[in-house]
């Protein structure tokens, strides 16, 4: 096979490189106006007026005060505050400990929950999900009791691209007087982040999924919302989330969400028409491939497989081999494939369930990059079918190995 | 059971009453038995020479007697470095941990029906056999374990982390007798272990006193500590945490108004907590590790009733699984001594539906 040149980046779930805009914007905040944003003097007023504008510029994206708009350090520390807070702040007022989640989470929900049943005592419910990963607002009803302080569904999921029905969900909480949260880390630029409309009481973002930097984040939390910090230090963002603020941070971050809002729809739709031709290729020209998550009700820029017998992991390295970068949901424990939780939870059997293959497009592909895809895949699939008859434990191990090395 | 479907059964013999008595009935039965024998680790003494109580050569000469009367082969199977690992060094970390471990089931889950059941299936026999008092069911092809008919003798407790594919090759045929029965057999039999008295626990310990065995082994958990109230009150001084259990009030040397129990041990701080009798009662419990005898945790809460040690009387309860092999269990009326490191068993009426470490008695919400 000739190599291309290009190397194809098909992993935008997973990160994005930073918009040239976004890096303009950030310019001066690294040795011009440096000032520390609580100091009074006029360093510190200049980055002051700079955070405030970057918070007004979030607070419009998401249809809320900015006063309800805290700086993190990523979409996991956004999703901790968010949890630990709602549910410290729930058990010192006497409301109850029991929490409800799902059980396809990403771990900075998945994890935090669990270390809520440690820290307070917090008792923790899953709703389950059907066979696309989708949740179900009645059950989400179902699950909410009297003692009921706090629900966690992801606005969409990251390993299958489902979108949930959070409007739904966030009207059944509000009828009941249970907070919401939402980590809506993988929504941003794809779908609408309107808090009022949705209506969601606690939202985590990270700026580097939408083309902005690493190592920030933002939470909203509405503005009655109880959340005792738990980070503790200052005052920083109204004691909320202790530290110096990342004023840089802050400004790659709200011009970044303005840019993605702004072109979202016509993103969206141009993404969507790649997308499909992606999925409707590879289910095409792959025997026994199936889309995992939702048809439809699914991420414009996401598409995600899985193929009968074949490790995720190991497409992804080979198609590494071939220049194009994409991702598995696979979960390796003790060198042996283990079914990823995302798609057991989706009552996907194990033969189909060893780790899907997740394609994520994103600013710069195109018609070309799926081609490409589209040539090299079924190819690929073919070949690990072949050998894994042969030995399979072993390329198993390889992978996954690898795959830990890298420390996934 | 059909014996048909079970020809070759090996047979874990341990020099005792039960297991002897247990090999004649599968011999009687027509089964082709094989005996075998774990040799396991203990701790040496001055001369090196010391063994496993319940493998000392007196014991391994009166299982091979048993196997001979019997005319079936013996093996001898060497699990000193299994049982080291997954027994006592899990006993010394428990106890270090400030838990108090019950090393039996670790035992019987990795070594008897991990290690043994792992060498019956390679030396070509379907299942393998003990002297348990318990008994097995098949229900829509699945096993359920219950406990053994003579409720003196009821060994489920010890069987409950077991797993299908464990339990589908197992055969417990003391189940549906009584000791006396069993001893009956054996002198009717004339078996030569007839009278043996029963096994001990903590067989690795050479003289039967862990606090000696754990002091020579981690001197740190026996540095003298406060023993406090509930307030933070110092009341006296302990001689090391590991002397002490949930709900124990003799030998605490504390002299006060009203019988003082262990209500909690913080190995953080290397103190004892200790308060009377109405502050010990609790009323739940978060289990980890928890395992379900089906292989399918339940997805709501459930009634059962629970032992949270050997020979606890069962406790009305509901059980409410969490994420991560955890679960609440909330007891219908409060209970003394819930004690973290020991197993919580549940079960259904006889019916062993599974179980869990105790991790610590829960807090009641504020």
């Known amino acids: 096979m000739n190599k291309p040149e290009r190397y194809i980046y098909l992993d935008h779930s997973a990160t994005t490189p930073v918009d040239p805009r976004v890096v303009e914007a950030m310019a001066p905040y690294w040795s011009e106006i440096f000032g520390n944003s609580e100091s009074s003097h006029a360093f510190g007023r200049a980055a002051a007026n700079a955070l405030e504008g970057a918070r007004q510029t979030v607070a419009d994206v998401l249809g809320c005060r900015p006063a309800e708009i805290a700086f993190t350090g990523s979409g996991t520390e956004a999703d901790n505050l968010a949890l630990r807070g709602a549910a410290w702040g729930a058990r010192r007022s006497g409301r109850g400990a029991h929490i409800v989640v799902t059980p396809v989470e990403h771990h900075a929900v998945g994890h935090t929950a669990d270390q809520l049943v440690d820290l307070f005592d917090c008792e923790i419910t899953q709703v389950e999900v059907d066979e696309y990963g989708c949740v179900d607002p009645d059950d989400v009803a179902a699950a909410i009791r009297p003692d009921t302080v706090l629900v966690s569904v992801m606005a969409a999921n990251n390993e299958v691209g489902t979108v949930q029905p959070i409007a739904e969900i966030g009207r059944v909480c509000r009828e009941r007087g249970v907070l919401f949260h939402t980590d809506a880390v993988q929504a941003a630029g794809r779908l609408s982040l309107n808090v009022a409309e949705l209506d969601v009481d606690l939202m985590a973002l990270s700026a580097h999924k939408f083309y902005g930097p690493k190592g920030v984040g933002v939470l909203y939390a509405r503005r009655d919302t109880q959340l005792l910090p738990a980070l503790t230090g200052g005052e920083h963002e109204r004691g909320r989330r202790p530290g110096t603020v990342n004023v840089a941070g802050a400004v790659g971050l709200a011009t970044a969400l303005r840019l993605v809002e702004e072109e979202r729809e016509a993103e969206c739709v141009r993404l969507r028409a790649l997308r499909d031709r992606l999925i409707e290729g590879i289910l095409e020209r792959i025997p026994e491939s199936r889309l995992t998550g939702h048809p439809t009700e699914r991420l414009a820029h996401h598409a995600s497989f899985a193929f009968r017998g074949v490790e995720g992991e190991s497409v992804v390295l080979n198609l590494d081999q071939e220049r194009i970068a994409a991702s598995s949901g696979a979960a390796c424990a003790e060198g042996e494939p283990e079914p990823s939780f995302v798609l057991a939870a989706m009552g996907l059997p194990q033969e189909w369930g060893l780790g899907s293959l997740r394609l994520s497009l994103g600013h710069a592909n195109d018609e070309a990059d799926v081609t490409r895809v589209l040539e090299v895949l079924p190819c690929i699939v073919a070949q690990l079918r072949a050998s894994e008859v042969g030995d399979g434990a072993k390329l198993f191990r390889t992978s996954c190995d690898r795959a830990q090395r890298r420390g996934r | ?366």
């Not at chain 2, 007891?331 to 599974?354: A, E, K, M, N």
């Open chain 2, 1 to 366: 059971m059909e014996q048909s479907s079970f020809a070759r059964v090996v047979i874990a013999l341990s020099g005792g009453v039960d297991s002897g008595v247990a090999a004649a009935l599968l011999v009687e039965q027509g089964y082709e038995v094989v005996g075998a024998m774990l040799r396991l680790w203990a701790e040496r003494g001055p001369d090196e020479a010391r063994a496993n109580r319940c493998c000392t050569p007196e014991a391994v000469e009166r299982a091979r007697r048993v196997a001979d009367l019997l005319d079936v082969p013996f093996h001898l199977i060497d699990a000193e470095a299994v049982f080291k690992q997954q027994v006592v060094d899990y006993f010394v970390a428990e106890y270090a941990a400030g838990r108090t471990p019950n090393p039996c089931i670790p035992c019987n889950r990795a070594v008897r029906f991990g290690m043994l059941l792992d060498r019956a299936r390679a030396l070509g026999a379907d299942c393998m056999a003990t002297g348990h008092y318990a008994r097995l069911r098949q229900i829509d092809g699945r096993r359920q374990l219950l406990r053994g008919r003579d409720p003196l003798k009821d060994q489920s407790y010890f069987l409950h982390a077991l797993t299908q594919g464990q339990l589908a090759h197992v055969l417990f045929p003391l189940g549906e007798l009584t000791k006396e029965e069993v001893r009956a057999i054996a002198r009717q039999r004339g078996l030569p272990v007839a009278e043996q008295p029963e096994s001990q626990d903590l067989c690795f310990l050479a003289d039967g006193d862990y606090r000696r065995f754990l002091a020579e082994r981690v001197p740190r958990l026996f540095r003298p500590g406060p023993i406090r109230d509930t307030s933070g009150r110092v009341l006296g001084q302990h001689q090391g945490l590991p002397a002490y259990t949930i709900g124990q009030r003799k030998g605490l040397g504390v002299g006060a108004a009203e019988p003082l129990y262990v209500l909690a041990i913080e190995p953080g701080e290397n103190a004892l907590v200790v308060g009377p009798a109405d502050e010990l009662g609790r009323d739940e419990c978060l289990v980890e590790e928890m395992h379900y005898v089906s292989g399918e945790t339940p997805a709501a809460p459930f009634r059962a009733t629970a032992q949270i040690r050997y020979r606890a009387r069962p406790a009305a309860v509901v059980v409410t699984p969490q994420p991560q092999r955890r679960a609440f269990v909330r007891f219908d009326s409060p209970q003394r001594d819930i004690t973290p490191g020991q197993f919580l068993v549940l079960y259904d009426g006889d019916v062993v539906l599974g179980g869990g470490v105790i991790c610590r008695a829960r807090r009641p919400v504020l």
